[in-house]
């Protein structure tokens, strides 16, 4: 089953034919870090017209790269939420008009399920169904949260961010030292140059009311934004001189590991009885974060799954991967279905 998935919930612009489930025959990303750099963060508007503008041409190249043509597709799968309103609209209208024009099935996947099964898209990861259940992490610009996956379409969100994710932390953080954007890349850089332990920024803890937060653990719920303030006092007190590059260094790897820290510390405590740790979305690919996860799965005797470079980011495979397995919302009666911006993890 060839299934052409179309991926536009915030900036990248990305295109994909998978075949159920797990082989990726091409995954062609279009990024627009170049247009939302000057403005330090994504621009709604840009990102939308964007999208308009390049999605017709990386749906030719996705099939071009496959080996494949319009008679070839036999599905078509959108990202339908969560994610900004206007670019999940442009991807939802070219899915239903591709659906209606070549009469083939939509299947309309929320974007986080993507991330949830996106490190089983490495040649060498298990099949989800043989580590039933796992813990899911994902850490991404918008998102942050823990899930225990118990069984296809069974999840449960054990913890999030009640705040910033972690990706707002690292590009927030990257902007006040003046580092650019995106600010995770450039962090993570420069903090393999510093001491992480230079100074003592705060771990972020969610206010704890009854010990539950919406129905989840307050102590598995993550919080960024007084880390944010924290590092803003900082340099008011500490600036740093230009061409002091080890202090600057230092700083980052001392913001950097705060965020790190947090991340492993609640991940430990959600484990509990599951053996099998599945990692995914962009700030996956901090280096520091890597190697803390892998720390500690080693030490305790736990499986990490952590997905390939080109599957953090946001990205059509695995919205391909998601449809195949069967997930999603399918169904001709769905060529009305809206844009969720708001969609929960837990929902299909």
């Keep these: 089953m060839n299934i052409l998935a179309i991926e536009t919930s915030c900036d990248e612009t990305s295109v994909a034919l998978v075949r159920k489930p797990y082989e990726v025959c091409s995954n062609v990303i279009f990024s627009q870090v170049d247009l939302h750099g000057p403005y330090g963060g994504v621009v709604p508007e840009i990102a939308c017209r964007s999208h308009v503008e390049v999605l017709p041409g990386v749906i030719e190249e996705g099939l071009q790269q496959a080996g494949a043509g319009w008679n070839d597709v036999d599905a078509i799968a959108v990202t339908y939420g969560p994610g900004l309103a206007s670019?999940?609209?442009?991807?939802?209208?070219?899915?239903?008009?591709?659906?209606?024009?070549?009469?083939?099935?939509i299947c309309y996947v929320n974007h986080l399920q993507g991330h949830i099964y996106s490190p089983f898209l490495a040649p060498e990861a298990p099949a989800p169904e043989s580590v039933f259940p796992f813990?899911?992490?994902?850490?991404?610009?918008?998102?942050?949260?823990?899930?225990?996956?118990?069984?296809?379409?069974?999840?449960?969100?054990?913890?999030?961010?009640?705040?910033?994710?972690?990706?707002?932390?690292?590009?927030?953080?990257?902007?006040?030292?003046?580092?650019?954007?995106?600010?995770?890349?450039?962090?993570?850089?420069?903090?393999?140059?510093?001491?992480?332990?230079?100074?003592?920024?705060?771990?972020?803890?969610?206010?704890?009311?009854?010990?539950?937060?919406?129905?989840?653990?307050?102590?598995?719920?993550?919080?960024?934004?007084?880390?944010?303030?924290?590092?803003?006092?900082?340099?008011?007190?500490?600036?740093?001189?230009?061409?002091?590059?080890?202090?600057?260094?230092?700083?980052?790897?001392?913001?950097?590991?705060?965020?790190?820290?947090?991340?492993?510390?609640?991940?430990?405590?959600?484990?509990?009885?599951?053996?099998?740790?599945?990692?995914?979305?962009?700030?996956?690919?901090?280096?520091?974060?890597?190697?803390?996860?892998?720390?500690y799965a080693e030490a305790n005797g736990k499986q990490l799954l952590l997905a390939q470079a080109k599957h953090c980011g946001d990205n059509a495979a695995m919205i391909g991967c998601i449809a195949g397995l069967g997930l999603g919302r399918w169904g001709d009666s769905l060529m009305d279905c809206d844009a969720s911006p708001n969609l929960r993890v837990t929902e299909q």
């Design 135 to 295: 813990l899911s992490l994902v850490v991404s610009g918008g998102h942050t949260c823990l899930v225990r996956v118990d069984a296809l379409g069974k999840s449960t969100l054990l913890g999030q961010t009640i705040d910033d994710a972690a990706g707002e932390a690292f590009d927030k953080g990257a902007n006040l030292l003046g580092l650019g954007y995106p600010g995770g890349p450039i962090m993570d850089k420069l903090g393999r140059e510093g001491n992480p332990d230079f100074h003592a920024f705060p771990r972020g803890r969610a206010k704890r009311e009854r010990g539950l937060i919406n129905g989840m653990d307050s102590d598995l719920c993550f919080s960024y934004s007084g880390l944010k303030t924290a590092l803003l006092y900082y340099l008011k007190q500490n600036p740093i001189e230009d061409g002091n590059q080890q202090l600057l260094a230092d700083v980052v790897a001392s913001y950097q590991e705060a965020i790190v820290d947090s991340l492993v510390r609640k991940t430990a405590k959600a484990m509990k009885d599951i053996d099998t740790l599945a990692v995914g979305g962009g700030v996956s690919l901090n280096s520091r974060l890597r190697s803390r996860l892998a720390a």
């Design 87 to 105: 670019s999940l609209l442009v991807g939802l209208a070219a899915a239903k008009a591709l659906a209606m024009r070549l009469k083939k099935p």
